[in-house]
């Protein structure tokens, strides 16, 4: 990760050229003056103010993940990674956690990118409902997926495998593989895809692909040669977010993985928490981080220079549609089969189970023990509706937070010509290696030594604070390509025109920003509601998530009442999206 | 890594004994057998040593109120908790028992004195209060879990007395400063829809016969059953260590592994394996009670049950730097009354006290096999232990 990523030759942002006056001042007394009054400058102020609270809210957890790695009893020691690493069964576990990121992340981007394009760029059929699909996966919590996936195609008493058995005698398919965890992981991911492919095909200039169209290249010539070159950067980020995400990806390999022994790193971390040796743990996480580094650099060379991909010009444009012609009925035929298999099947089987008394495979019988009884449990519960109020502003919270933030960062980023701006991108960055089980740990630990002068342990703000560091690195992959693909010209000249810094930003920027902010908004909220991993060790009476009381029946084991909430979760947050983007589509957020 | 050094010395101290509870008999050879209607196991929890710490230092911030407390007794004693307690206001509570909601519903009715519940598993719920009390963060009342006589160990704790409830509690030491509530017992269960009862055997180690493979599934963190286990066979049977493990070895490569009892109890009555291999009695009771003809159990027909049947009790503490305690206190004396009868019948779990027609109803207390303390104790060693046994099957 270095400046590189967005802006190669370092020139970007040298365009928009300060006012001269600044530097006619003398060079010594000027230097300190021009220092004095750039610290009451509103867009200095904003910008080292941001500089500070993500500075903050990325280096605490991950000093004190090192501090506990290499520390030990007030002295340096690696002796961590022999309590990690000494144990049989290693390289296997090395083994399975690459294959696992790899192959789920390699599915995620290929459903997610064509699910993408179909919906974006083509006159498909059924269109909302192909958006629809797309999004559902992200919406139902990992626990929950995996849960409805083992139901569906679990060898034994999965519905798809009840359904194989009768036709071909046999189950087609079993969950409990590495196979499996990939299926539920990759399309469990494949929305995060999505949403971020969709957002670049969306600001994509069309009129260089008719150019092409029109100097005679075929479809495929034009996809290879115009297309895909245009959205590399949206590319690379997102196969570094589905990648990073897979490979810490905690409720999937416990679900799945595990019945089966199939043990990957955060398995092996969770195993090391439970045993109470966090510097064990540590150990695992600085590795995991590691590799998402290497990964990180590798993806930063594949990227151009960032002002290549300015496509959002002054110049007018209409994103038009491509007319898919006699591919128009087969391609209908396949998104409705994929809404099916993805976004109906694994929703049905938790509406079934939640009217049932206790789970069982499916069977016209088990209609007659249907009952209400397991929502009216969950509406008994001491903290059902709290946890429910909890999770909302949490959510709500933490998504606006981290997108006021990171706008400015991305900011800061792409277009700031301050020195060390890259370490901002890589400050952003940093929480994304940190696995969910570690930062809740690492959290917990700091606020109980509280640095701050008021008191975050056992309140809701430190829930705020772990979603808030943990999805940042979310909402900059969100900010910065949504501004890389606003070309500076338009800045240039509102500036030429005398409009001030915080002018372009009102009636420029942050109006051609918003469908990528608000992209990256609706993904937050989605994803805190989901949040589990940090919370598991952060949340307190009175302060439950959703999340949390999933993961309470589920420990329980009463997989009936966990299927009611789920479905209330989907239902409810279905009504959320909906209703941000009927908001959405009015300031430029576009479905279609 | 303070906080796990802490642990990690808890943990390994096996051979070290450092009592740090400063209670009436401590220093002595005590009884720490605090479970119910099992065999009693002496053990040393004292060893007969020095303790380390002073009273003194040792006491807690809520020391004071407590041994106020604790010196009465009767209706006076009640009558001084609840004006104490509702002037309070509230107690916070944690554990990790998953059938507690009742208990404290009942609680709160009964004195108008609001309930806070932190609920996780036992291993997070004993890694929260450890970070706290390392910290100096003193938020937590009371806590009732296995993982109770742990905290204990680590004096974080303050001594309850109320011979009037603990009398009744076979094997109770005042010295642990945990009053037994619960049982966990843990059990094989069957789903008689896949497997005939006349195929289920009378021990465990009948499960070890070729016909099994593949049908089973256990828990592969339930290290305290493997302790239990392993002390029955050979103290019991007189099998040799090797013995036991080959049993463990074989018993695992022919399961697939699910984790937690009542998940179990649940995949177990779906038909995603034949039999279980750790389940608690009440994780299949339960099921019965919600639906008479759910085709799970663990008892045959006759009342027998496979041997052995191994558990840990589960208790009641009061941490020596409570906010509130004497809301501590008094719903320490309710839990140990209405609390374990509400457990008992609603949520059938067994009990410290028993009752009749109780889930354990027709079984000897002989044929109980509680799991050693000190075993228990060193975790590092025997969680450690069984983790390498699965992984080497």
Known sequence: MTVDAYDSDGSGGAFIEEPPRRADRGPDGGRIWRWFTSLLDAKALTLILIVIVVGYLAITPLAYLLYGTFIDDGGFSLDSFRRA????????????????????????FVIGTSLAYVAIRTNVRFKSLLVATALVPLIIPGLLYAIAWIMLSSERIGFINQISTVIIDRPIFNIYSLGGMIWVEGTHIAPLVFLFMAAAFRNMDPSLEESALVCGASRWTMLRRVTIPLVRPAFTGAILLVAVKAIEGFEIPAL???????????????????????????????????????????????????????TVTGKGFRPQTIDLGRAKGPIAAVVLFWFILTAVLPFLVMVYTSFLPYYQKFSFAAFGKFSWANYADLFDNRIFLQSVKNSLILSFGSATVIMVIVGIAAWLVVRGRMRGRGIVDQLTFLPMVVPGLVMGVALSFVYLRNPLPWQIYGTIWILMIAYSTRFMPYGMRYAVPSLTQISPELEESAHVAGATWWQINRRILIPLMIPGLLAGWIYIVITSIRELSSSLLLYSPSNEVLAILIWIYNDKGELTTVSAIGVLLVLTLIVIVTIAYKLGGRIGLQTD | MLVLSLIAAACASDGDPVDTTAAPGGGQQTTTTAGGGGEETTT???????????????????????????????????????AAAQEEGS????????????????????????????????????????QEYEAGFYGIDVFDDAEAYTIAREGLTHEYINPELTKDIPGYDPATHVAATRLSVYTQAWNSDLVDESEIPDSLDGFTDPKWDGRLSMDPRDWVWYIGVRDFYMQDKGWTEEQVDEMFATLSAYSRYDRGHTVQAQLLLAGEFDASLTVYTQSVDREIERDAEAPIHWRKSDGGWIEPLVFFPQGVTLLKNAPHPAAAMLFTDFLLTEGIRILSQEDRTPTSISFPDGPLDGIPKEDLHQVDFDLFFDRDTWATRFDELLRGS
Do not use: C, H
Not at chain 2, 58 to 68: I, M, Q, V
């Open chain 2, 91 to 130: 107690v916070t509570f944690y554990t990790a028992s998953s059938g507690m909601d009742p208990v404290i519903e009942a609680f709160e009715d009964t004195y108008d004195v609001n309930v806070d519940v932190f609920a996780g598993t036992s291993d997070t719920v004993l890694q929260r209060i450890m």
């Open chain 2, 44 to 82: 040393t929890a004292g060893g007969g040593e020095e303790t380390t710490t002073t009273a003194a230092a040792d006491r807690g911030t809520a020391a004071d109120a407590f041994d106020g407390f604790n010196a009465m007794t009767g209706q006076a004693r009640t009558d001084a908790l609840i």
């Open chain 1, 85 to 108: 690493y000494e144990f049989s069964g290693i390289w296997a576990m090395v083994f399975n956690s690459l294959i696992y990121a790899v192959g789920s992340a390699l599915l995620a």
């Open chain 1, 256 to 310: 799945i993985g595990l019945p089966t022994r199939i043990y990957v790193f955060t398995s092996r971390i969770y195993f090391e928490v439970q045993n109470f040796d966090f510097g064990a743990a540590g150990a695992l996480s600085v590795n995991l981080m590691l590799i998402s580094i290497i990964g990180v650099f590798g993806l930063a060379k594949l990227r151009g220079n960032a002002r290549d991909y300015a």
